[in-house]
């Protein structure tokens, strides 16, 4: 079946590193992929998107390229805040005609100033 | 900005009572899901609603879980006798028109403690 996995965590930074997260997946037909985050003592936000092979989905300074090729859709921001430090979540959007998501384990990242 | 509202934000409940949580999807949705996240681990798929029936349930969802939308905002998770390993983070997402092309928007969660 349908699967994500994630990097393990936790990943420490000090700010104004390089990040990057990757995520694989495993899916018959043709995905979205998503990039969810989890604040502390928050719930789930979208982070950012893509739909077909190649897209780049970008929101506040992160990215992710969906790669067919290699089945990845590793995020990276080239510049971390402290206010970045959160758990996130690597999903697809599975092949059932339902829009249910499938999640990667999630990673923990914490930024140091 | 529109979102989705879950209650109670903490439930503590003992086993092999029942407890409801609820969620009040975005007005205009059409698509309703419940997720779950044990403790430590990933996010998990309950089961999803469309139309007013399920469209899809995990292994997970047996006959201790029911979902209902019982006057056309509210959409309620039912457990109906409470496990120790039922003790998890529960998230409401809901879903507009277009099934591939709308993200879902999730609630803050419900954490439930079964003791």
């Known amino acids: 079946g349908d699967s994500v996995t994630q990097m393990e965590g936790p990943v420490t930074l000090s700010e104004e590193a390089f990040l990057t997260i990757n995520c694989t997946y495993t899916?018959?037909?043709?995905?979205?992929l998503f990039w969810y985050v989890q604040y502390p003592g928050e719930g789930l936000q979208l982070l950012l998107k893509?739909?077909?092979?190649?897209d780049k989905g970008s929101n506040k300074g992160f990215e992710a390229t969906y790669r067919k090729e290699t089945t990845s859709f590793h995020l990276e921001k080239g510049s971390v805040q402290v206010s970045d430090s959160a758990v996130y979540f690597c999903?697809?959007?599975?092949?059932?005609?339902?829009?249910?998501?499938?999640f990667g384990q999630g990673t923990t990242l914490q930024v140091k100033p | 900005e529109p979102e989705v509202t879950q209650t109670p934000s903490h439930q503590v409940t003992q086993m092999g009572q029942e407890v409801i949580l609820r969620c009040v999807p975005i007005?205009?949705?059409?698509?309703f899901y419940w997720y779950r996240q044990i403790l430590g681990q990933k996010v998990e798929f309950l089961v999803s609603f469309y139309n007013n029936e399920i469209s899809e349930k995990s292994e997970i969802f047996d006959d201790q879980f029911s979902v209902e939308r019982p006057d056309g905002s509210n959409f309620t998770l039912k457990i109906r006798s409470t496990k120790l390993e039922d003790s998890a983070m529960y998230f409401c997402?809901?879903?507009?028109?277009?099934?591939?092309?709308?993200?879902?928007?999730f609630g803050q969660g419900t954490r439930l403690t079964v003791v």
């Open positions: 899916a018959t037909g043709y995905p979205s």
């Open positions: 997402a809901s879903k507009g028109d277009g099934l591939m092309n709308t993200e879902a928007f």
């Open positions: 007005s205009n949705h059409l698509y």
């Open positions: 893509a739909t077909k092979a190649d």
């Open positions: 999903a697809l959007r599975a092949s059932s005609n339902t829009g249910k998501l499938i």
